[in-house]
T-cell receptor, first 114, second 106 residues
Framework: EAQVTQNPRYLITVTGKKLTVTCSQNMNHEYMSWYRQDPGLGLRQIYYSMNVEVTDKGDVPEGYKVSRKEKRNFPLILESPSPNQTSLYFC?????????????FGPGTRLTVL | EDKVVQSPLSLVVHEGDTVTLNCSYEVTNFRSLLWYKQEKKAPTFLFMLTSSGIEKKSGRLSSILDKKELFSILNITATQTGDSAVYLCAPNDMRFGAGTRLTVKP
């Protein structure tokens, strides 16, 4: 089944404790991205990747890191999480450049930073 | 700076009503505008629009793009309770609007 998977789905952590949210797609998509969703603000892009070893900042990259060492994986790293990073996070992938094909979204990761 | 504005932010209708959701945008290097539906989970794709004036249809849903006036509309006819969701528009599939929350009452 074609899908985007994220882990964990739910996470409660404390300020400053490094964490990684994994994202994997099995559709051989070139383009992958991370979004956070907060009430009233819609989806805001954190980082995106056009291909392996090619990443770029979205609208809200502060406090996040990403890597794209393999085509299928695009982990999101929070080196020192803070309470303002409490949010719902979505990973997404599309066949090619954003805006040329629809994105497929993962199920979401709900993160709470205390 | 790129902008996406959706209106209304919230809408409550009864089954059978017709609704029109609006999306206005200002983005550089426009390629397309996409609409997504989000229930209590991840967004799912509805339409991708690239050309002005060409309506895309899927059942009771339809959408059209005006590249001159920089807006798109999403129409839903004969609404059903299953249409209750947040509808998101995304020019270039990168910057999303805040969404329109549609509630359809029986």
């Amino acid at each position: 089944e074609a899908q985007v998977t994220q882990n964990p789905r739910y996470l409660i952590t404390v300020t400053g404790k490094k964490l990684t949210v994994t994202c994997s797609q099995n559709m051989n998509h070139e383009y992958m991205s991370w979004y956070r969703q907060d009430p009233g603000l819609g989806l805001r892009q954190i980082y995106y990747s056009m291909n392996v070893e090619v990443t770029d900042k979205g609208d809200v990259p502060e406090g996040y890191k990403v890597s794209r060492k393999e085509k299928r994986n695009f982990p999101l790293i929070l080196e020192s999480p803070s309470p303002n990073q409490t949010s719902l996070y979505f990973c997404a992938s599309s066949l090619w450049l954003a805006g040329t094909n629809e994105q497929f979204f993962g199920p979401g990761t709900r993160l709470t930073v205390l | 700076e790129d902008k996406v504005v959706q209106s209304p932010l919230s809408l409550v209708v009864h089954e059978g009503d017709t609704v029109t959701l609006n999306c206005s945008y200002e983005v550089t290097n426009f390629r397309s505008l996409l609409w997504y539906k989000q229930e209590k989970k991840a967004p799912t794709f509805l339409f991708m629009l690239t050309s002005s004036g060409i309506e895309k249809k899927s059942g009771r849903l339809s959408s059209i793009l005006d590249k001159k006036e920089l807006f798109s509309i999403l129409n839903i006819t004969a609404t059903q309770t299953g249409d209750s969701a947040v509808y998101l528009c995304a020019p270039n599939d990168m910057r999303f609007g805040a969404g329109t929350r549609l509630t359809v009452k029986p």
